[in-house]
């Protein structure tokens, strides 16, 4: 989910409820309160355990006074934003927001190879997933394309965006969704919130549990135009402390000739990535990390992600893939197995 922008329709809405069970604790039972709205393109969700001290709409308010100054740093779809302004070649400081999603999105081309790539700009634009959906991609275009693409072209330098081509142009969508569920976290621990669960577009971040149940997390079956978060699931993961991202292609593609075109692009080959994976659910630490490996995966394939995986035991996924007959069919780390139901 490589490329990134905000989405009017959120294909990465997969975030469908927070699913709770009985469950008997003997820890004093604190009230949980929640609130939600739209943020980025799409919706947001948060429960969180209140002592009593915090007002929730006074809390909402403060979230979304975050979720706007974070768009106006990373959002494609604002054109006064720095993003939008770094695209454009403006002489423009940048922010803290830019800055971190920048070292966490070159700490993740690193870390998988380059699959994940934020200099995938003029690619997504040509396919015709950028903000304006305008395709004007060709086979002639395509060494020209590839020639801005790759992280060793770009660099912060006095806090400015330094591009070795100014036509390079960046895009943060595999990636800032994640983010923006890290800032609103990071907010709630600032303010003493022992459990919660951040909700943006799909990508998730839990801290602690609800009264001593875990934070189940529906999954939705990725089939083409399923639309409808929660209409159909594929599992439910239940998860504590950690951040949960899946990225798809079943729901912003195109078909043109009877190919199927997906939004996410191979940074490599400059073209949508075509395997047999469909969907990838990454559990890491942090929400961020979690959305761009999820993205980069899509791109590595079923084989790549799987190796990568195992070289890094540290993170954990549910991946669903289509078999040669074309049924679906799953596969997870082998931790996270006990926390998977249906």
Known sequence: MGIMSYVKTSWKALMLAVLIIPAYSCRETITFDSFGGFAQG???????????????????????????????SLSLYVDSSILSKVNRNENVMVDRYFTEAFLLSADISDLTGGAFDITIGPLVKAWGFGPDDYRNFSESKLDSLLNLVGMGKISLENGRLVKTNPSISLDFNAIAQGYS?????EFLDSKGIKSY?????????????????????????PEDNNNMPGNNLQAIISIKDRSLATSGNYRKFYVENGVKYSHTIDPVTGYPARNTLLSATILAEDCATADGLATACMVMGKDRTMEFLGEHPGYDAFLVYSDESGNFMTWSTENLKKFISR
């Open 197 to 221: 669960l951040v909700e943006i577009g799909g990508e998730v971040k839990a801290k602690g549990d609800k009264n001593g149940v875990l934070w189940r997390i529906g999954i939705d079956r």
């Open 181 to 185: 569920v890290d800032v609103v976290a």
């Open 42 to 72: 799409t919706t947001y969700s948060i429960v969180f355990g209140n002592n009593g001290t915090i007002d929730p709409q006074n809390l909402k308010s403060d979230v979304e006074k975050i979720l706007k100054e974070f768009d106006l």
